[in-house]
């Protein structure tokens, strides 16, 4: 069945810093790609998304790529601060007639210390 | 728009007692999801509603849960009776269509421990 995997937290970063967090996917079909994040205490909010190849999601500094050669859509921003301390979730959601449900990877969690 | 409503914020019961989580998704969407969210398993998705009718319950762990949606306002999720292997946080999602580009709404989850 179709499924999400990304890199393994915590992960914990100087204000300023770089970040990459990588996300693979394994789906029949062409998925649309999401990007959720979860501040502490709160539910999932929309971060970016993609629905097709090669689109590129941004949003609040992040940006992500949908790489259908390489099956990925991994997250980066250039510059971290402290207020993107949260979890973050990679999540494709197929195409209606094979359900159309969103699966989530297991989240990847961000410390950004100042 | 209010968002995603979900009650209670927090539950505390003991093992075997009924417990019913309740969902309001936002006016106009007729997608709705149900999800718990542990740190072992991390987030899955139980049953999901389209058009008030499941589409998908498949990743129910077990009889002892079941979804209702009687109308496209109010969903509730049941554990009855329940464990404390059920403790986690369930939350509710709703989308404005089945279609895979639309974005899910989170409510702030339910936190439920089971003593």
């Known amino acids: 069945g179709d499924s999400v995997t990304q890199m393994e937290g915590p992960v914990t970063l100087s204000e300023e810093a770089c970040l990459t967090i990588?996300?693979?996917?394994?789906?029949?079909?062409?998925?649309?790609l999401f990007w959720y994040v979860q501040y502490p205490g709160e539910g999932l909010q929309l971060l970016l998304k993609?629905?097709?190849?090669?689109d590129k999601g941004s949003n609040k500094g992040f940006e992500a790529t949908y790489r259908k050669e390489t099956t990925s859509f991994h997250l980066e921003k250039g510059s971290v601060q402290v207020s993107d301390s949260a979890v973050y979730f990679c999540?494709?959601?197929?195409?209606?007639?094979?359900?159309?449900?969103?699966?989530f990877g297991q989240g990847t969690e961000l410390s950004v210390k100042p | 728009d209010a968002g995603v409503i979900q009650s209670p914020r927090h539950e505390v019961t003991e093992m075997g007692q009924e417990v019913t989580l309740r969902c309001k998704p936002i006016?106009?969407?007729?997608?709705l999801f149900w999800y718990r969210q542990t740190m072992m398993r991390g987030l899955e998705l139980l049953i999901y509603?389209?058009?008030?009718?499941?589409?998908?319950d498949s990743g129910m762990p077990e009889d002892r849960f079941s979804a209702k949606m009687p109308n496209a306002s109010f969903s509730t999720l049941k554990i009855q009776p329940s464990e404390p292997r059920d403790s986690a946080v369930y939350f509710c999602?709703?989308?404005?269509?089945?279609?895979?580009?639309?974005?899910?709404?989170f409510g702030s989850g339910t936190q439920l421990s089971v003593l």
């Open positions: 999540a494709l959601r197929g195409p209606v007639d094979q359900g159309g449900k969103l699966i």
């Open positions: 509603f389209n058009n008030n009718v499941p589409i998908d």
């Open positions: 990588n996300c693979t996917y394994t789906a029949t079909g062409y998925p649309s």
């Open positions: 999602a709703s989308s404005f269509r089945q279609a895979p580009n639309e974005k899910l709404f």
């Open positions: 006016s106009g969407h007729n997608s």
């Open positions: 993609a629905t097709k190849a090669d």
